[in-house]
């Protein structure tokens, strides 16, 4: 399957130069014996940690990442081989995850340490002289000459911390404990975590203007809450205290409130804010059903086509088609990661694994939601695709996790059959048998 993906991020990339310049790139040999020489360190380091995981997950990973930096590449070079470095720092983060973690469930005994390195992650862009305010958004940190979003990581220190929480308190989160007459409801500080989660994310809006950041860490933890009770009262109270925080927002911060109006009616805001959701319907529109095919496209005009709008950018060149098969890669690797949950015995790497999941799954619907005025547009980058280092080395991270409950999954399988395994038959008596009982056996086989 690396071949495979080395053929198409290729053959890709030899097209869009073809398309673009009209002629063969002539660093294509360079390219591909980059691209074969990570991917083969990540999958022989796979096949060394953790080698009874999912196979799936990281060649699908690496089609992602090699079919966004051809589209980058078209666009920026100077991005292109800032994300060819980025891409090798993911690796090794990759590989650094499963030889620190040879197992999921250590990660949980370090939940306390690490949701508070989550909530600093978080809070770090608010930090004077170190957070950065960019295009209105305090999202970015700087220390010395590297700038990062803390919040990609923040998100997988969270999902670790929830699955830990819910893990241990599931039972009492799904049981009412307080009886209202005929019913029995649950105790109110039992809906605590839930309150808290949402004030979290609110005050995350609130003082970063990061509304998609929001969105995603409350999406996490009220469906990580209801994976883990199995009551789907905890989803339409989120629902509820989801809308409260939306109207509130609207009435109070200002970018949320230009973002809204963009949505509702983007011709009215043509020349400022509805300028980039405009121009992104003009590529898909452009790229029709097959595209106008690689290189030939002119999503240079769509301001963040590399980041926030690269699938506008990779939809007008390789069309409906092309990008159908981008989002199957998508739930793929959502289909696996849910079938990784669902094998797990524990149920923090239940959790997890679903929480990881999760985040892929509500990454994309974000994302492809906003290009195609579904929902606001959020500024969220989509999964391994995107330009951005901090997007795809906390990816790869998490990527790594799940291949190490994946891992632990078919090893506490093995283990478990072992334990279980059924006595051999007996062997076939050698006594004489009744002629009764003979003549009973033959009048039942025939």
């Given amino acids: 399957m690396i071949i495979m993906v080395l053929a198409l991020t290729g053959g890709l990339y030899t097209l869009a130069s073809i398309g673009s310049g009209k ?37 699908l ?47 949980e005994r370090y939940r306390y340490l690490i949701a508070l390195a989550g909530v600093a992650l978080l809070l770090l862009p ?66 605590a975590p839930l309150v808290a989660a949402w004030g979290v994310s609110l005050l995350v809006l609130l003082a970063e203007n990061d509304l998609g950041s929001s969105f995603l860490f409350f999406a996490l933890f ?20 989801f809308v409260a925080g939306a109207v509130f927002a609207l009435d109070v911060v200002h970018p949320t409130q230009t973002r809204v109006q963009s949505w509702l009616d983007p011709w009215a805001h043509f020349t400022t804010s509805g300028y980039q959701i405009i121009e992104g319907w003009f590529a898909l529109a452009a790229g029709g059903m097959w595209g106008l095919g690689p290189g030939q496209g002119n999503a240079g ?87 951005g280092g901090s997007s795809l080395v906390s990816n790869y991270i998490l990527l790594a996790i799940l291949l190490r409950i994946s891992n632990d999954n078919a090893i506490e399988q093995a283990l478990a059959e072992e334990t279980f395994e059924p006595a051999p038959p007996a062997a076939p008596s050698t006594a004489r048998r009744p002629q009764v009982a003979v003549a009973d056996a033959q009048a039942v086989t025939l």
Avoid: C
Avoid at 332 to 338: E, F, Q, R
Avoid at 340 to 345: C, F, L, M, N
């Fill in 23 to 59: 002629s063969v790139p002539t660093g294509i040999i360079p390219f591909l014996a980059l691209v074969f020489a990570l991917m083969l360190l990540a999958h022989l380091s796979l096949r060394r940690l953790a080698p009874q995981a999912d196979p799936v997950l990281l060649p």
């Fill in 61 to 107: 990973a690496a089609l992602l990442n090699g079919t966004g930096y051809v589209f980058i590449a078209e666009l920026d070079k100077a991005q292109a081989s800032a994300q060819a470095t980025w891409t090798a720092v993911g690796v090794v983060a990759f590989i650094a995850t499963l030889a620190l973690f040879p197992r999921a469930i250590d990660l």
């Fill in 126 to 191: 608010l930090a004077p002289h170190i957070g950065e305010d960019i295009n209105g958004a305090r999202l970015w940190a700087r220390a010395g000459p590297l700038s990062f979003q803390p919040e990609e990581f923040a998100k997988l220190a969270l999902a670790i911390f929830f699955a830990s929480v819910l893990a241990e308190r599931a039972d009492l989160l799904a049981t009412g404990t307080r009886r209202i007459g005929r019913w029995l409801v649950l105790e109110p500080r039992y809906l």
């Fill in 222 to 241: 009220v469906g990580l809450l209801w994976v883990a009770t199995g009551r789907a009262a905890y989803l339409a109270l989120g629902a509820d205290l």
């Fill in 301 to 387: 005009i769509i301001p963040e086509a590399t980041s926030d709008f690269i699938f506008a950018s990779i939809g007008e060149e390789i069309g409906l088609v092309g990008v159908t098969a981008l989002l199957i890669a998508y739930l793929l690797i959502a289909g696996s990661g849910l079938r990784v949950a669902v094998r797990s015995q524990r149920s923090f790497s239940k959790l997890l694994a679903t929480g990881l999941s999760l985040l892929v799954i509500v990454q994309v619907f974000v994302v492809v939601g906003g290009i195609t005025r579904l929902i606001p547009v959020t500024g969220i980058t989509l999964p391994f695709v995107s330009y």
